[in-house]
């Protein structure tokens, strides 16, 4: 949930369509998850301390469900002019960096992010077999893995999986913002 930005995605909403590129020279649609039986949205980026201190929970959670068939993505919208380190080549090297197991894709007209209704990185949304929104929020309560407490992502997984709504479907994403290009900013 958000507060400082414009309204949140609202639970039950169908997914935006998108086709964005992908660092590994591809494509990926809206309509490449529509087998899955959850995918999950993450709102990234390369220079968040934010995302750097989540990009291997994001593995472990993506590694953990793959044989279950959810999938994920992170898609970078971050205005790369002012901020040259998230631009497409530096998002290449950070996919190599880190190995990511999931599509990262590049949202450069932030068309996709005021689409999802993003404000943070990360942020996550997480959207069931239907492709309508389950969940929407954090990965869990704690920046350090030592002191993570609330499993809040996978608990919505395991709830979507089993055919159950989400015990709390909204949780408050806390991150940096997405660095939106001049007036390109979404309304309140």
């Known amino acids: 949930m958000s507060t400082n930005g414009p309204t949140p995605l609202p639970i039950g ?21 529509g087998d ?43 205005d790369a002019e002012r901020y040259p380190d998230d631009d497409f080549e530096a998002m290449v090297r950070f996919a190599r960096k880190h190995d990511l197991p999931f599509p990262y894709l590049h949202d450069p007209d932030q068309s996709v992010a ?22 929407h929020g954090r990965i869990d309560d704690a920046k350090d893995p030592a002191e993570v407490r609330s499993h809040d992502l996978r608990d919505a997984i395991e709830a979507v999986l089993a055919g159950r709504a989400p015990t709390e479907p909204e949780t408050w994403a806390v ?8 007036g390109n900013e979404p309304a309140a």
């Open 175 to 182: 991150g940096c913002t997405v660095k939106w290009k001049p």
């Open 36 to 78: 899955a039986p959850a995918w999950v949205y993450v709102q990234g980026c390369n220079h968040c301390p934010v995302v750097l201190a989540y990009v291997d929970r994001l593995k472990a959670l993506q590694e953990s469900y793959r044989d279950r068939g959810v999938r994920f993505v992170m898609v970078n919208a971050n």
């Open 114 to 135: 005021r689409a999802y209704r993003t404000v943070r990185t990360p942020e996550v949304l997480l959207f069931g077999p239907d492709g309508t929104l389950r969940y």
């Open 13 to 33: 909403a169908p997914a935006p369509a998108f086709d964005l590129p992908a660092v590994d020279g591809g494509r990926v649609a809206l309509s490449d998850f």
